[in-house]
């Protein structure tokens, strides 16, 4: 095993390079390389990407699918060639990894409705409790865009804070946030005090128009991009600009590694359990220094400073992460994630926008499922290995 290949929408977003660079760290650890092509967001070419890599000699693949509906088709193409395989963000309607075959070793994304919540409450306190907001929501049908229902659950708490608006973007760019935004303020000008943005870079696009209208409201982040995290440490309350709240952070370098890491202990032949192959990743909260965090200290989530956020997902050197303690393989019994991951239980599918509106009727659902005591102790295990282990973050 020598190779590990990345398939990613677009190599130039900040959270895909940090993927990569975590991924290659991982890679170098295990006597491997990695590389990565990034499809742009049409599936007829990153299956043929996928093809030509395996070919080449690609030994474990990582990837997000264009959209859900794709998920199944790249799955089966590395399933084909042979190789583990690992589906971040999308994932498609009633997909069960097992049923597509062994390689497909595991599906990973960070809490929709829990991760969309943390934010959403944050915001909240900065407007004080009280005001109108709007929100951005990213790709409509995108599992990314459901965490919109962790922002109406945090709501619920805040009976002064109106949704003036919400909007589907049609993508996670920077120009998709601006475009928003200024629809936004041309129906609801200063009227708005506040931002919530389904992701980071969207956020970034929103706030040059903010900016350009004199309007310094926070707004809300995700997938803990470089771009944000700097503009959070040069924008604070007192800057006179849109100020980003927080980031919520996957950590994306950290999944890279850990790919890796489980591709090298698949092909020496460990294989996951059911609950492992569909599993939620904790987010960190990047906080604004701006804020205090005590406000927030009723929140469940780690807190980490830029800084130290930077010094592990964009070390220049190193980072603390030690790749072969995160293999069962390399360290047997001792293994350590180095960071949260839970099962993504039965009763949360609903977190994954599967109901009984898209349930296929000739549906097989692994018996597992139905095992609660199986999924909890996959989850206690999880949790002690993480809690007593090494997460730079802890």
């Not at 975590?22 to 499809?39: I, L």
Request: negative net charge; aromatic residues 12%; charged residues 20%.
């Amino acid at each position: 095993m020598d190779k590990a290949f990345l398939s990613p929408d677009s190599l130039k977003i900040d959270l895909w390079k940090a993927f990569l660079s975590g991924m290659k760290e991982a890679a170098d650890d295990f006597g491997m390389t990695g590389s990565a092509q990034d499809h742009g967001g049409q599936l007829s070419k990153q299956i043929s990407q996928i093809q030509g890599a395996i070919t080449s000699g690609a030994d474990m693949v990582a990837a997000t699918a264009p959209s859900d509906a794709g998920v199944q088709s790249i799955a089966e193409t590395a399933v084909d060639g042979g190789v583990p395989f690992f589906e971040y963000w999308s994932m498609g309607k009633w997909l069960f990894p097992s049923k597509i075959g062994p390689e497909f070793v595991q599906y990973q994304i960070p809490e929709t409705f829990k991760a969309g919540a943390i934010p959403a409450k944050i915001l909240f306190e900065e407007m004080g409790g009280e005001g109108n907001y709007v929100a951005i929501l990213g790709p409509k049908g995108h599992i990314g865009s459901y965490r919109v229902e962790g922002m109406k659950m945090a709501q619920e708490d805040y009976p002064d804070i109106t949704l003036l608006g919400s909007q589907y973007s049609g993508g996670w760019t920077r120009q998709k946030g601006r475009e928003v935004m200024s629809s936004f303020i041309a129906n609801h000008g200063d009227d708005i005090d506040g931002v919530y943005c389904n992701n980071g870079t969207l956020g970034l696009g929103a706030a040059t128009v903010l900016s350009e209208n004199d309007m310094a409201i926070p707004f809300t982040g995700f997938d803990g991009a470089l771009s944000n995290i700097e503009y959070i440490n040069n924008n604070g309350p007192d800057s006179g600009e849109p100020y980003q709240v927080q980031e919520q952070a996957a950590p994306p370098f950290w999944q890279g590694g850990w790919a890796v890491a489980k591709a090298w202990d698949w092909l020496h032949g460990w294989r996951p359990s059911i609950p492992e192959r569909m599993m939620w990743t904790r987010t960190l909260t990047v906080l604004n220094p701006g804020l205090d965090q005590s406000k927030f200290s009723d929140l469940d989530t780690t807190f980490a400073t830029p800084d130290k956020y930077n010094s592990v997902a964009y070390s220049d050197g190193h980072s603390p992460y030690d790749w072969k303690l995160a293999s069962v393989h390399e360290s047997g019994e001792d293994w350590d994630p180095q960071h949260a991951l839970a099962p993504i239980r039965k009763s949360e599918w609903n977190q994954l926008k599967w109901d009984e509106s898209n349930k296929p009727n000739d549906l097989s659902v692994p018996s597992e499922y139905d095992d609660a005591d199986l999924f909890d102790q996959v989850a206690e295990d999880y949790h002690q290995r993480n809690v007593n282990g090494n997460n730079p973050y802890l």
